[in-house]
């Protein structure tokens, strides 16, 4: 009777540990767990080659007249007062139409 107690504890911690890996908190849980951790990772390195990218263009609007004029070309459509701006737009024929 003394070695049948010990093995039927460890038939029971046996049977627990595997029940608790295969239920929803354990094992599948730790699983799910490990590649969410892994995706938000990924989205973190995004985030931060962002920011260094940002950085490097507010370092360079900072300290370079030649980034700030062309950012001030480019997205706020300014020239010099010497210079003559001509935009061409587009024209979109209408479908069906032939020439």
């Known amino acids: 009777m003394r070695i049948t107690a010990p093995i039927i504890v460890l038939a029971l911690a046996l049977c627990a540990a595997v029940f608790s890996f295969l239920s929803d908190d354990g094992f599948s ?5 490990a590649k969410s951790l892994e995706l938000q990772q990924r989205a973190n390195a995004r985030l931060e080659e962002n920011v260094q990218a940002l950085k490097r263009q507010v370092h360079g609007l900072q300290n370079d007249p030649r980034i700030v004029e062309k950012a001030a070309r480019s997205e706020l459509g300014m020239a010099r007062s010497d210079e003559l701006v001509v935009v061409f737009e587009k024209k979109e024929q209408a479908r069906g139409e032939d020439k």
């Open 29 to 33: 849980r730790l699983n799910s767990l």
